[in-house]
Nanobody, 116 residues
Framework: QVQLVESGGGLVHPGGSLRLSCAAS????????MGWYRQAPGKERELVAQ??????TKYSNAVKGRFIISKDSAHTVYLQMNSLKPEDTADYFC???????????WGQGTQVTVSS
């Protein structure tokens, strides 16, 4: 079992920055995918950034060049968000996956609002 807790969301002006954190606990030994999703009202949940096998990073076209995913250990994953736009407003969710066995774990989410 894996438990994830996100933090770092809030209100920011357009062009500003935020850093989201995801703290993991439990049995994370088999996790090989760590990512951030977001979902705005009326929209599909979107994968925005991902680390696979602890080293390979992927980004959606919407955030590429502005967001950076990183980790400082197997227990904490970050999403550095720069040059934020109003369309980045959403609930952001941390997701860990064991892609071999198909297990997926979600945090409760943290809200990001980009507004003047």
């Amino acid at each position: 079992q894996v438990q994830l807790v996100e933090s770092g969301g809030g209100l920011v002006h357009p062009g500003g920055s935020l850093r989201l954190s995801c703290a993991a606990s439990g049995n994370i030994l088999k996790i090989n995918s760590m990512g951030w999703y977001r979902q705005a009202p009326g929209k599909e949940r979107e994968l925005v950034a991902q680390i696979v096998s602890g080293r390979n990073t992927k980004y959606s076209n919407a955030v590429k060049g502005r967001f950076i995913i990183s980790k400082d250990s197997a227990h904490t994953v970050y999403l550095q968000m720069n040059s934020l736009k109003p369309e980045d407003t959403a609930d952001y969710f941390c997701n860990f996956r064991d892609t071999l066995y198909g297990d997926s774990y979600w945090g409760q989410g943290t809200q990001v609002t980009v507004s003047s």
